[in-house]
C-alpha cells in the first residue's frame, strides 16, 4: 500500500531534499529533481500534480498513472522554430494563469514535471521540462519539481503505466508573477563587467566554433562564463549505444561546478542566457531551486536576440 503524506507535515519535510540538502530554498515541500522511485512511493500524495509536458502523441501511447498532459510548447511558452522572434517567449499572463488553472493546479499544489529525455534531440527534451518548471515558478508555484530521467526512465524501470488519459478538475489560478526574474537586452547591457553573465549553451558554441542557425553572429555576450546546461546531465544508453533516458547530475556535483565558474557568493547578482531560451531553463533551476544562489535571471532573448542587433557586441575568439 503506497505512503500518503500530508502537505507541510513532520514526514513531508523529512522527505524533502534528499538529494539536494544544501541551499535548497526553504520554503519548499518536495525536493526540485524528484527520483522514479520517490514519485512512486508518493503517487497518492495529496496536492501533488504529475505534469506531463510531453508531446499529446507521446502522452497517449503510455503515461505516469494519473498523469496529466500539457505540452509545454504552447501553454508554458510559445514561439518556438516559426518566422516570429525571439523563440521560446513567455505566455501572455492571463494565458499562463488560464493553462495552470485548467491543470488543476493552485498555489498549494506540489508540481512534479515528467518530460521526454530521449532522442531525437535529448538535450532538447530535458531542457524542456526544465523550461515549465521555471515558468512555473515564474508563475509563482514554489513546489514544483521535475522528474529525474522523465517518462521514459519511468518505463524502462518496468513501472506502471496507462493508456487513460486524464482530465483534471479546472480551478481558477490566482498568482503573483516574479517580474524580475526575466530581464531585457537592455538590461543585460548595462550589467556587462557588473553582475556574472553566464553562457549556458555547448563550449563550442560558446567560443564561436559553432554557430547556431537560430543567431546572426556566432559567439558570446562581453565577459559572459560557460557553464552549459548539458554538463548536468548523463544520458544512460543501451548495447547499441542508443540513449534509452537522460538523468541529472548528483546536485553535489552541479554544486562544484557552479562554484568553480560562478564563484560560492549565493547572493551576487547572475544573469544566465542561451540561444533562444532553452538552455538556460535548466541552468537557472539548478542554480536557484537546488543549489541555493538567490539573486539569479534570466535574459530571455539569449543570443538569437543579441546577435541580431549589430551594435551588441559578440565576443569570438580566433583560431587561425
Known amino acids: 500500500m503506497k505512503k500518503k503524506v500530508l502537505c507541510g507535515s513532520i514526514l513531508m519535510a523529512l522527505l524533502a ?17 524528484v527520483s522514479t522511485q520517490w514519485l512512486e512511493d508518493h503517487i497518492d500524495t495529496p ?11 507521446n502522452y497517449a501511447k503510455g503515461h505516469i498513472p494519473g498523469a496529466i498532459n500539457v505540452p509545454g510548447l504552447g501553454n508554458f511558452y510559445v514561439n518556438l ?3 516570429e522572434v525571439p523563440w521560446m517567449e513567455l505566455p501572455e499572463q492571463g494565458a499562463l ?17 515528467v518530460g521526454r529525455t530521449v532522442e531525437p534531440y535529448a538535450g532538447y527534451a530535458l531542457a524542456d521540462a526544465a523550461r515549465v518548471a521555471i515558468t512555473l515558478l515564474y508563475a509563482g508555484i514554489e513546489n514544483v519539481a521535475i522528474l529525474n530521467g522523465g517518462y521514459d526512465k519511468w518505463a524502462a524501470e518496468g513501472k506502471t503505466t496507462s493508456t487513460v488519459p486524464v482530465t483534471p478538475t479546472a ?7 516574479n517580474k524580475a526574474m526575466f530581464v531585457p537586452k537592455g538590461y543585460v547591457e548595462d550589467k556587462i563587467g557588473k553582475s556574472v553573465i553566464v553562457e549556458a549553451r555547448e563550449a563550442d558554441v560558446y567560443f564561436g566554433l559553432i554557430q547556431e542557425p537560430w543567431t546572426q553572429r556566432a559567439g558570446h555576450i562581453p565577459s559572459a562564463k560557460c557553464l552549459p546546461s548539458p554538463w548536468l546531465w ?14 541529472w547530475k548528483d546536485c553535489n556535483v ?3 561546478m557552479a562554484s568553480a565558474v560562478l564563484g560560492k557568493d549565493a547572493s551576487q547578482e547572475i544573469i544566465v542566457y542561451c540561444g533562444v531560451g532553452g538552455y538556460a531553463s535548466p541552468l537557472y533551476f539548478v542554480l536557484t531551486q537546488a543549489i541555493g544562489y538567490t539573486n539569479v535571471k534570466i535574459y530571455d532573448g539569449s543570443m538569437q536576440e543579441w546577435s541580431a542587433d549589430p551594435k551588441a557586441p559578440v565576443v569570438k575568439y580566433k583560431y587561425e
Open 81 to 83: 522554430f516559426c518566422k
Open 47 to 57: 496536492n501533488l500534480v504529475i505534469l506531463d509536458v510531453r508531446a499529446p502523441d
Open 97 to 113: 494563469f488560464t493553462t495552470i488553472g485548467n491543470a488543476g493546479i493552485t498555489g498549494n499544489s506540489l508540481v512534479v514535471v
Open 17 to 33: 531534499f534528499p538529494l539536494c540538502v544544501d541551499g535548497s530554498p526553504a520554503t519548499r515541500a518536495i525536493e526540485p529533481l
Open 254 to 256: 552541479a554544486k562544484e
Open 171 to 177: 480551478l481558477p489560478y490566482t498568482g503573483v508573477v
Open 234 to 247: 548523463t544520458f544512460a544508453k543501451d548495447k547499441n549505444g542508443v540513449v534509452t533516458y537522460g538523468t
